[in-house]
């Protein structure tokens, strides 16, 4: 859980509210921040990038994180769709370098 909190951020107060409060307040205090947070360090902005600090600078790891990012995420309705996803253009770059 702290991994997904470091990566995502803190889910939103409405999803904490959705768990049944006896399996919430293991993680959660009754304001919503994680508990602990000592087991991870606190999220840094970027990240995605920092995880892939590792993969050389291209547009391909560029559109890589933001595929990732509208795939990754807390609430169900925030995430893109199937279609939204296979039209994405880190696919489209993907299915391209294999018709070469």
Sequence with gaps: M????HLLGPPP???INRIHPECSSMYFDENGPF????????????TFEVVFSTIPDSQQKEF?????KRM??????ERASIDELLADP?????????NR
């Design 2 to 5: 702290a991994q997904i909190i």
């Design 13 to 15: 107060v409405e999803l």
């Design 35 to 46: 508990k602990h947070q000592r087991y991870y360090p606190p999220r840094n902005e970027g």
């Design 64 to 68: 890589f994180i933001t595929f990732l």
């Design 72 to 77: 990754l995420r807390w609430l169900p309705g």
């Design 90 to 98: 880190w696919m489209s770059s993907v299915q391209a370098s294999r």
